[in-house]
Every structure is written in C-alpha cells, then in structure tokens.
C-alpha cells in the first residue's frame, strides 16, 4: 500500500491535477499497484477554509505519504494578502523545507513531434537531453529578509543569499550521481565572479570531482549558461546550480520541448517526494479546460520512478505521452497546424486509452 496525497492548489492546478490522478490510478491497476489517494488542501481554498494557505492537516498528510502530486499555488486574490501569507512564501516553500526536499530534478528530452512547436530551430534542439539539478532549501528565497527606512528616508528592502558547504555538498552529490547514469558530464552553474556564495559552491564542487573521476565537470557563469541553453542546449548533461538560478533557468529551458506545459518536476531527498509541473498556476486560463496537463502527467510518471521504484509504470506514462503527441494531438500551447486540438481533459483521456494499449 502506497499512500499518495494529491494537492490540487489553484488556478489550472484544479483543472490539471484531477487528469494526471486519473491516469495515475489507471496505471496503478494496469501494474496491479494498491495506491491510497487522499486530497488535501493548499493555497487560496486552505486560506479559506483554515486561515493559512499550509493548514497542519495538509502538512500532516504529507508527511505521512509516500509521495505527494501538487498542482500549483497561486492566485489574484491571494496576491493581495500580506507577503508572508502568499501560498508561495508560507505554503510551498515551508512544504519543501519540512518534508527534507533539497533537490529539485527537471528532464527536458526532446520529443521529436514537439520540434514545431519550438521557438528554436530544430537544429538546435533536436538532439537536447538534459537534467536540471536545482538546490531547493536554501539561497535568497530562505535567507534573512527585511524592509526598513535608510537614513535618507527611503525604504530599503534586503534578501540575504546564504549557502552552507553541507547544503552545496549535498546537492553536488546528486549531480554527480545521477550524471553517472546519464552521459557522464556535469556543469555546475555559479557567479563565481561576484558573489561570495557562488565562490564557496565552486570550490566545493572541485573538490567534489576528486570522488568522481569518471565525470567531467565544467564550470559556467549563469548568464552565459542561459545564452548557451539557446544557442547549444544539446552541449548540456546535468546542469546543476544554486536555488534562484535554477528557478529562472528550468523555465527558460522549458520552451526547448514547446512549452512550460510540458516540463515536469520532481523534489527529492527526504522520505516523500513531491511532484508537480513546473509552470503556475496561470489563473488567466483556469476554467477554461485548455491547460495543458502533460506535466502534471509526465509528473506522475517521475513519483513512480523515484518513490515507488516502479520503472516499467513509468516508462508506460512516457510512452503513452509519447504516443498520443506522435498521432498529432495538442493543447492549445502547442497547437500549429496540421495537428488536432484537445482539451485538457481530452488529453488525459488521450493518455489513459494509449497506456492500456503500451
């Protein structure tokens, strides 16, 4: 028995995440799997209800799950609430921190059908198969944060980057680690040549290369790694860097596979993983049943990677994505012509009849 809490969150996150459980239940019977699904609450509905968009129940119920599928935070309404009540600030970033997750993982392989729906020419993205190691508890989202008036009278706002060499050493780790079943290379993303914490991640990563011998690790400002993710992403193995960075770099590398749609998450290293799309809540779309939910599905097959163990679950989510984008089916954000346009229940439905036929 495997306990899974399901998070539908806000906006398209209410519309997403019931189609990506659908097929996570499907394929849990097709791999006979004993799954217990339980929902809770995060974000506005939570804030309503409880009066914090984190209530302890939601939090009690990941704890105590094997692994947790969330939908995405994040509302207008919400937006008007004090900052420390926003469900980024007081929901997902403290439920990352308290389950342990410091490791935040974003494939992007091409799909060849998806090539069209690509901003960038296919031969610069056509051979991209890559993986973002993002570090997730730590730099300037978590650091000291203060508003006060300067002696001029004007208010002067700080957020302090802060990284302990425990916390570079970890997530370099997992790099490393999971380059060595990729293609063996890793770059390690800094600003080594103006910030102190950037300093500090380089040397921990040279003396981390002492215990890999078989990887090759190459050092990259972020700037220039975010001109080289458009002008040679298929250069890149395992990109893996500082918490901000990784953030800005994962959606700018998203649109290599078409869209944000696409892109899938999985945070790891404490007893539960979480699992959610990279992309928001985008309320401007919500209600509407044309988000796209391969991310949130794509998500699914990660949680039964990595926290059920169960590769063979995984890969038919894969393929079966795979296969109903090959016969020409799209959500709205990758539609051009010549192909067929669903919704985003459609496409879930798409997904579950080509995964029994895998």
């Not at 704890?63 to 937006?79: C, H, I, R, Y």
């Not at 102190?196 to 921990?204: C, H, K, P």
């Not at 790694?225 to 992403?233: E, G, I, R, S, Y």
């Not at 393929?319 to 669903?342: C, F, I, N, W």
């Amino acid at each position: 028995m495997f306990r899974i809490a399901v998070l539908p969150g806000d906006g398209i996150g209410r519309e997403v995440t019931p189609v990506a459980t659908k097929v996570l239940k499907a394929t849990a019977d097709l791999f006979q799997l004993n799954l217990q699904i339980e929902s809770g609450l995060i974000g506005e509905d939570a804030y309503e209800q409880y009066g914090h968009p984190l209530p302890p129940a939601t939090l009690d119920l990941c704890k105590n799950s094997t692994a947790v599928l969330l939908g995405a935070v994040g509302s207008p309404k919400m937006d008007l609430l004090p900052p420390d009540l926003r469900p980024e600030r007081a929901a997902l970033l403290p439920l990352r921190k308290k389950l342990g997750l410091f490791a935040n993982l974003r494939p992007i392989k091409i799909c060849p059908e998806l090539i069209p729906s690509s901003p960038l020419k296919k031969e610069i993205i056509e051979q991209v198969d890559l993986l973002t190691v993002r570090e997730l508890t730590g730099g300037l989202y978590f650091g000291k944060k203060s508003r006060e008036i300067g002696v001029d009278g004007e208010e002067v706002a700080t957020d302090t980057l802060e990284y302990s060499s425990v916390e570079i050493k970890r997530i370099l780790k997992f790099a490393f680690e999971a380059a060595r079943q990729r293609r063996k290379k890793v770059t390690s993303v800094d600003k080594a040549n103006v910030l102190t914490s950037s300093q500090l991640w380089r040397e921990n990563a040279e003396q981390m290369r002492r215990d890999y011998p078989d990887v090759h690790l190459e050092h990259m400002y972020v700037d220039n790694c975010a001109m080289q993710l458009v002008k040679n992403p298929a250069q890149f193995d395992v990109i893996v860097t500082e918490n901000m960075f990784g953030d800005i770099l994962t959606d700018q590398a998203s649109v290599l596979s078409g869209s944000l749609g696409m892109l899938p998450s999985a945070s790891l290293g404490g007893k539960t993983g979480l699992y959610e799309p990279a992309h928001g809540s985008a309320p401007e779309l919500a209600g509407q049943n044309i988000a796209n939910p391969l991310a949130t599905i794509l998500s699914t097959a990660l949680l039964f990677r990595f926290s059920l163990h169960h590769e063979a679950a995984a890969g038919a989510i894969e393929q079966a994505v795979a296969k109903v984008l090959a016969e020409g089916y799209r959500t709205s954000d990758l539609y051009v012509p010549g192909t067929t346009q669903v919704g985003a229940r459609e496409m879930g439905e798409l997904v579950t009849k080509f995964l029994k036929m895998v």
